[in-house]
């Protein structure tokens, strides 16, 4: 897969210092739509946060099925995988850690209408919603400027979250 982004911490006006044996972590995550057009989103509500579906591999765990599980874990849809999208980087300096994610897009098959959602998500006030692209965008952008860090997620870590779905949906919107 070609990577479409590096995203570094000079990427939000920081200073990056060089990475000595990070942490990694490979992650699974994309586009979820449905024959509607609309494409789901998890809004964090006690973070104001929107991003796209999507979480860690497991250990031995084929990305595209990570991708599928983590899905349905977080929208309660199976879907089958139509594209490929390529991958991001993101080198948080500042905390020694590099992440990968494997990027696609996925057409809904079946809606289960039930979420697995972690013990996290719940705190975090996270919910699925369905909306058209270009207003996913729209809302991912918005939750730069207002995010708020959670017992488990800083600001600092957000904010590559946030950059890092607005860059796969702004790839996805530019191959469209």
């Known amino acids: 897969m070609n990577c479409i982004k590096t995203i570094t911490d000079e990427d939000f006006g920081l200073k990056s210092v060089k990475l000595n044996n990070p942490r990694t972590r490979k992650g699974a995550r994309g586009i979820v739509k449905r024959n509607d057009g609309k494409i789901a ?22 990305p595209k099925d990570a991708f599928k599980r983590e899905v349905l874990e977080e929208t309660g849809c199976i879907v089958t995988i139509e594209k490929e999208l390529g991958t991001i980087i993101e080198n948080k300096s500042l905390d020694n850690f590099t992440q990968t994610s494997y990027l696609y897009v996925g057409r809904v098959t079946e809606d289960k209408k039930r979420l697995n959602l972690t013990k996290r998500e719940k705190e975090e006030g996270a919910q699925l919603i369905w909306v058209i692209p270009n207003k996913a965008l729209e809302l991912i952008k918005k939750s730069m400027n207002n995010i708020q860090e959670s017992k488990y997620e800083n600001v600092y870590h957000s904010r590559f979250i946030i950059l890092r779905d607005q860059t796969i949906l702004e790839y996805y919107l530019e191959e469209k």
């Open 41 to 62: 989103l998890l809004f964090k509500s006690n973070m104001n946060e929107y991003k796209l579906p999507g979480g860690g591999i497991d250990e031995n765990e084929d």
